[in-house]
Nanobody
Framework: VQLVESGGGLVQPGGSLRLSCVASGFTFSSYNMRWYRQAPTKERELVAAITSGGGSTNYADSVKGRFTISRDNAKNTVYLQMNSLKVEDTAVYYC???????WGQGTQVTVSS
């Protein structure tokens, strides 16, 4: 399993970013996918999840209504659209295949004025 995240950066509060995670080494379309984040001094937390076909999604209360998870099974890619970003969204964001134990390098999101 290989996971490569991208799309992070520095953005002002209220701004938007779209994260991407390209997966390889497994049959992507058969697996649910998740986005996690980890802020300095904090534990990694689940942000959003999507089923294998994309028909069902779930979100942490802290991002509900602002973030949208989606996927393109033809491109082996899962996305996280992040709108109305807040300072507290600052973290390294990771995608994950549930149960795989594999993690990518993550992508840094910094929300600051």
């Amino acid at each position: 399993v290989q996971l490569v995240e991208s799309g992070g950066g520095l953005v002002q509060p209220g701004g938007s970013l779209r994260l991407s995670c390209v997966a390889s080494g497994f049959t992507f379309s058969s697996y649910n996918m998740r986005w996690y984040r980890q802020a300095p001094t904090k534990e990694r937390e689940l942000v959003a999840a999507i089923t294998s076909g994309g028909g069902s999604t779930n979100y942490a209360d802290s991002v509900k209504g602002r973030f949208t998870i989606s996927r393109d099974n033809a491109k082996n890619t899962v996305y996280l659209q992040m709108n109305s970003l807040k300072v507290e969204d600052t973290a390294v964001y990771y995608c994950n295949v549930p149960g795989s134990g594999s993690w990518g390098q993550g992508t840094q999101v910094t929300v600051s004025s």
